[in-house]
């Protein structure tokens, strides 16, 4: 009875970390991201390029999150979300996001949360700056990352 009752908690947790999940990629405002990239209002193909690099990262620090909370659940809570996502955004910008989704997870796995610096250099390099500018780049986007994934661990559930 107490293994039924602990699936039934194990199930419920998960689908409420669904839940939060979509609610919060859904709310997600990217302006700050963006500014801190340098990207401006005007700048609309940079703009929509990296609106899908940033929700694809946001994709794979929420997978991150859920392997610290569901070690045995982790990748079918987040093939389950890719599939509901897929079902509801069928357009080619989101299968594009679901594909970078998957690549920043494949960058996140090796380091976890304790190094989210080749991830920064990544994004990084969608901007030209000099040496300097890139390595201040670099360090605000870790940091930046950081942040970004202790609030989506926060409210996993």
């Known amino acids: 009875m107490q293994n039924t009752a602990e699936a039934f908690d194990a199930e419920s947790a998960a689908q ?12 997600a405002d ?9 990207i401006g209002r005007m700048q609309f193909l940079r703009r929509r390029q ?19 909370s569901f070690p045995q659940d982790a990748e079918d809570i987040f093939e389950t979300f890719l599939r509901s996502y897929q079902a509801t955004h069928p357009d080619k910008v989101s ?3 679901m594909e970078r989704a998957r690549e920043y997870w494949g960058m996140l796995q090796p380091k976890g ?32 990352i950081r942040k970004a994934y202790r609030i989506i661990f926060d409210r996993l559930i």
Do not use: C, P
Not at 30 to 38: I, K
């Open 30 to 38: 990217f302006t700050s991201e963006l500014e801190l990239m340098g």
């Open 50 to 68: 990296m609106l899908v690099e940033w929700r694809g990262l946001y994709m794979a620090l929420w997978r991150l999150a859920l392997a610290s």
């Open 95 to 97: 299968a594009r996001i």
């Open 113 to 144: 949360n304790s190094d989210f610096s080749d991830l920064a250099r990544h994004l990084g390099s969608f901007s030209s700056q000099d040496e300097k500018q890139a390595r201040s780049l670099t360090l605000r986007l870790v940091l930046h």
């Open 16 to 27: 409420e970390a669904l839940e939060n999940f979509a609610a919060l990629l859904e709310d």
